[in-house]
């Protein structure tokens, strides 16, 4: 059977959301064996989920991992805006989020709180450099570059539309959506993954941070009884405040990143031709509408 490459887009992500569950059911073997806690596990867990839906990738469309995977070096400069973009767009995520979780829950937050007794360097590694790196050579990898066909906008949308999904839970979709459509981007411009590993990083790692010190000052009790609305208020007031600096950062990284110097000579970026929405290739397929019947399943009875 012959998949387009948006149908191998959602195919590789239903591959790899499978894999999830499955480990879900079968890693405890592994939890039994070498600690829930300990960093052995860790490492296994996250090879597990991760390694074969992108080896089984690579085996069965026998591309080549370094067209895919491109990790050019990016400079100082969008080190600098990068970490900046990631550090001023989290208070609009955790507006996102707080909306989310009204109506969801708080899953997020409560799986942070379980690592509040664990080894700072594990929850770290668990929470924001194993995900900046399985997550992105897998959706800002693998996805994001199978829609090569389809326009900047929609492949952005659609490669954070999965990266939402993938997390099989309505708190976490919005936010995940977003920040994928927006880790695309950071891709797009710099023609790196680094540029998203470093704003996935970056993002997970402040949050994380902050939540452990919300827990252990008893700020995360205090603000889990608070009211709805002044809640909402205080998300839109810090977003609203942060606003400006934001949009300059972005304004700083598009101007950095509209064209570089090779040789002297002012050429355009070599990505600029990679999306042009000419292929007629449907986002819509099989493994597509089977992935969202699983999120679905998972968001609403699971």
């Given at each position: 059977m012959n998949f387009?490459?948006?149908?191998?887009?959602?195919?590789?992500?239903l591959m790899l959301t499978v894999n999830m569950i499955l480990f879900s059911l079968y890693g405890g073997i592994f939890r039994n064996m070498l600690g829930a806690d300990s960093l052995l596990f860790l490492i296994v867990s996250q090879l597990c989920v991760y390694l074969p839906p992108i080896w089984a990738y690579f085996f069965i469309t026998r591309e080549s991992p370094r067209s895919v995977f491109s990790l050019k070096a990016m400079g100082i400069k969008n080190i600098l805006l990068i970490i900046g973009i990631s550090i001023f767009i989290q208070p609009f995520l955790m507006l996102v989020s707080t909306l989310s979780s009204y109506v969801f829950g708080t899953e997020t937050s409560d799986y942070i709180k379980s690592f509040s007794s664990l080894p700072i360097y594990y929850t770290v590694l668990s929470t924001s450099v194993f995900p900046a790196v399985f997550e992105e050579l897998s959706f800002r990898g693998i996805v994001f570059s199978n829609l090569r066909s389809k326009s900047l906008l929609k492949a952005c949308l659609f490669t954070g539309l999965l990266f939402g999904m993938a997390h099989l839970n309505g708190e976490q979709f919005f936010y995940a959506f977003f920040m994928g459509a927006v880790f695309c981007y950071l891709?797009?411009?710099?023609?790196?993954?680094?540029?998203?590993?470093?704003?996935?990083?970056?993002?997970?790692?402040?949050?994380?941070?902050?939540?452990?010190?919300?827990?252990?000052?008893?700020?995360?009790?205090?603000?889990?009884?608070?009211?709805?609305?002044?809640?909402?208020?205080?998300?839109?007031?810090?977003?609203?405040y942060m606003l400006a600096p934001l949009i300059l950062l972005f304004a700083l990284f598009e101007y950095t990143n509209r064209r570089h110097e090779t040789g002297g000579i002012i050429i355009e970026h070599e990505e600029d031709m990679d999306y042009s929405d000419d292929s007629g290739e449907k986002l819509i397929s099989v493994p597509?509408?089977?992935?969202?019947?699983?999120?679905?399943?998972?968001?609403?009875?699971?």
């Open positions: 387009s490459k948006t149908s191998k887009a959602s195919a590789f992500a891709v797009y411009k710099t023609g790196s993954l680094a540029a998203s590993m470093l704003s996935h990083f970056t993002i997970n790692f402040t949050q994380t941070m902050l939540t452990l010190y919300y827990i252990k000052t008893g700020v995360y009790d205090t603000a889990a009884q608070a009211d709805f609305s002044a809640s909402i208020l205080s998300a839109v007031m810090l977003t609203l597509f509408i089977l992935f969202a019947v699983i999120f679905a399943v998972y968001a609403i009875f699971i």
